[in-house]
T-cell receptor
Framework: DSGVTQTPKHLITATGQRVTLRCSPRSGDLSVYWYQQSLDQGLQFLIQYYNGEERAKGNILERFSAQQFPDLHSELNLSSLELGDSALYFC????????????????FGEGSRLTVL | AQKITQTQPGMFVQEKEAVTLDCTYDTSDQSYGLFWYKQPSSGEMIFLIYQGSYDEQNATEGRYSLNFQKARKSANLVISASQLGDSAMYFCAMREAVTGTASKLTFGTGTRLQVTL
């Protein structure tokens, strides 16, 4: 158990709909990352938050948005869903260390599997 | 832009044998970190081992070791005494700091390892 909690574990919805994925990081971790894993794209970095602020952005579509709340949990909102959005969405957390100190290991949740029909 | 390359889509190894999973990377940064993660069929991402760019010794964690060749920009994972439970997808990743508090992991496409009797 990594200590990162993601809900829901599975979600089936229709094209055009909107869903919200939730992530609670490990206790004490200030940084939250969202990744998308699809069959054809592999693991793609979407976005990172640190202590409530957006810090780094990856290949996140404009239809997707995220935020990190004061209690440090994060939500990833996916709207106007398309078939191609079907994927496993991972949340990961870390302490967000400085460049050269400690491992900077990311602890991953079990993922939320989204199926768009 | 950094890049991680895993050239082996699939590998087979017999139980109790050692296996090397290849990973090469490309970055212009002097400070970076290299990771290996395991993803079993259940889907979760499990951290295995870390190597910092300034670490002079190869990292080891139990049956896992990382063969770090900085000049060649390679970070191969060696699994000794393979077990059936090692059958999984293995991802090489590189951590790069974007700012003092922002960082991300970029993943390779993965190698699927199958351990046989």
């Amino acid at each position: 158990d990594s200590g990162v909690t993601q809900t829901p574990k599975h979600l089936i919805t229709a094209t055009g709909q909107r869903v919200t994925l939730r992530c609670s990081p490990r206790s004490g971790d200030l940084s939250v990352y969202w990744y998308q894993q699809s069959l054809d794209q592999g693991l793609q970095f979407l976005i990172q938050y640190y202590n409530g602020e957006e810090r780094a952005k990856g290949n996140i579509l404009e239809r997707f948005s995220a935020q990190q709340f004061p209690d440090l949990h994060s939500e990833l909102n996916l709207s106007s869903l398309e078939l191609g959005d079907s994927a496993l969405y991972f949340c990961a957390s870390s302490v967000a260390p400085l460049r050269m100190t400690n491992t900077g290991e990311l602890f991953f949740g079990e993922g939320s599997r989204l199926t768009v029909l | 832009a950094q890049k991680i390359t895993q050239t082996q889509p699939g590998m087979f190894v017999q139980e109790k044998e050692a296996v090397t999973l290849d990973c090469t990377y490309d970055t212009s940064d002097q400070s970076y970190g290299l990771f290996w993660y395991k993803q079993p069929s259940s889907g979760e991402m499990i951290f295995l081992i870390y190597q910092g760019s300034y670490d002079e010794q190869n990292a080891t964690e139990g049956r896992y070791s990382l063969n770090f060749q900085k000049a060649r920009k390679s970070a191969n994972l060696v699994i000794s005494a393979s077990q059936l439970g090692d059958s999984a997808m293995y991802f090489c990743a590189m951590r790069e700091a974007v700012t003092g508090t922002a960082s991300k992991l970029t993943f390779g496409t993965g190698t699927r390892l199958q351990v046989t009797l």
